[in-house]
C-alpha cells in the first residue's frame, strides 16, 4: 500500500549531488513530491528532505540505493507521525483588493497568514503550515484574484530523537577526529 513518506538524506556539499539524488528516485519512475536542501546542525554536513508516496519496501530500496552514493552518509525514512513538518507559501495578490472590503484582511486572519509586502500594484502574503493549508489558503485567494503562488519544499524535524542524535554524534565525532 502506497503513502507519504519523508527521506532525509545527509550529505556531504559536492556538486553535482543533487542531480545523483534526483536520479536515484528517476530510474525507479518516483515522483519527488517535494525536495529540499540544506545545511544540517553539524557544520560541513548538508541535509535532503525528500517526500514521496510509495510503498515502505520501496523506500526501503530507496533509502539503501541512496546510502550507496558517494558523498552520502547516511539516510532515513518516515512517515508522517514521526516527524514536525511545515511548509511556507507566499502568495502575491492585488493590492486593490485591500481597498474595496476586509474580506481580505479577515481572510489572510483565518489562515494565519501574515502579511510581507505591500506595494501599489500587488501585496505579498506569506502562509506558513502544511501542504494542505497553504492550498486551502490558495484556494480561497484565486477567488480574489492572485498574481503569483509558490510553495517551498517540506522542512522536517524527526520526532524519535535517539536513532537520528546517535548518527549524528558519530558523524562529528569522526568529522572531528578527521581534521585533528
Do not use: C
Not at 545523483?20 to 545545511?39: A, K, Q
Amino acid at each position: 500500500m502506497k503513502k507519504e513518506y519523508t527521506i532525509t538524506v545527509f550529505t556531504e556539499n559536492q556538486t553535482g549531488l543533487v542531480s545523483r539524488v534526483v536520479s536515484v528516485f528517476t530510474r525507479r519512475h518516483i515522483n519527488i513530491d517535494s525536495l529540499t536542501t540544506s545545511e544540517s546542525s553539524i557544520k560541513g554536513i548538508h541535509r535532503f528532505t525528500i517526500v514521496v508516496h510509495v510503498t515502505e519496501e520501496m523506500v526501503r530500496k530507496l533509502v539503501a540505493q541512496l546510502e550507496k552514493q558517494i558523498d552520502v552518509l547516511k539516510a532515513f525514512y518516515y512517515d508522517n507521525s514521526e516527524i514536525v513538518y511545515q511548509e511556507i507559501a507566499l502568495y502575491k495578490v492585488p493590492t486593490h483588493v485591500f481597498s474595496n472590503s476586509n474580506k481580505v484582511e479577515q481572510l489572510i486572519r483565518s489562515h494565519n497568514a501574515r502579511i510581507l509586502a505591500i506595494e501599489p500594484e500587488y501585496t505579498v502574503i506569506e502562509k506558513t503550515g502544511r501542504q494542505e493549508e497553504t492550498k486551502a489558503l490558495l484556494n480561497e485567494l484565486e477567488e480574489i484574484g492572485i498574481y503569483e503562488f509558490v510553495r517551498s519544499g517540506r522542512i522536517a524535524i524527526v520526532r524519535p530523537m535517539e536513532r537520528l542524535n546517535r548518527y549524528l554524534r558519530e558523524i562529528e565525532e569522526s568529522w572531528t577526529e578527521e581534521s585533528l
